[in-house]
């Protein structure tokens, strides 16, 4: 099964602080140990998507990274920048979905390219409005089933 990881960033998963990030890391590698996916589609934001990388990473699971933009990571602290390109390096793939820099649309359609190339959804989502939810949506109206695994991360 080819997942693609869908989720909050750090501001609604308990920060940007280390600890956070690894708790964040430990349950990705419990959820992907659990699923064992043949391969993962990831978005390279921080938080969920990024989690998900560094478990394949752990797992030996491919995964390929589908970058929003050029520079996505470049108004980011300098660690997470290391982050952002320890995973890049592991990837099996790295797409970029969209040429030049920011504009907020262009997460949508990484989003949808995400979910177009996958076949099942890996969200931590929360419920609320926004990007994760935009995603869940259009993997809905594509008819391709999501796992959300907020109940598990909020206990």
Partial sequence: MIYFATGHRP???????????QRLDLFAIAQLTRL?????IIGMAQGWDQAAGVACIKLGIPFDAYIPFRGQELMWPR????????????AANVRLCN?????????????MMMVD????GLALWNGSDGGTANCIAYAEAKNK????LWDFWSK
Avoid: T
């Fill in 36 to 40: 064992r996916p043949e391969m993962v």
């Fill in 99 to 111: 040429p030049g820099g920011y504009r907020a649309e262009k997460m949508q359609i990484r989003n």
């Fill in 145 to 148: 089933s999501v796992e959300n």
């Fill in 11 to 21: 501001d609604k998963l308990g920060g940007y602080g280390v600890h956070a990030v």
């Fill in 79 to 90: 660690h997470a920048q290391q982050r952002y390109k320890i995973i890049l390096d592991h």
């Fill in 117 to 120: 190339a996958g076949e099942k």
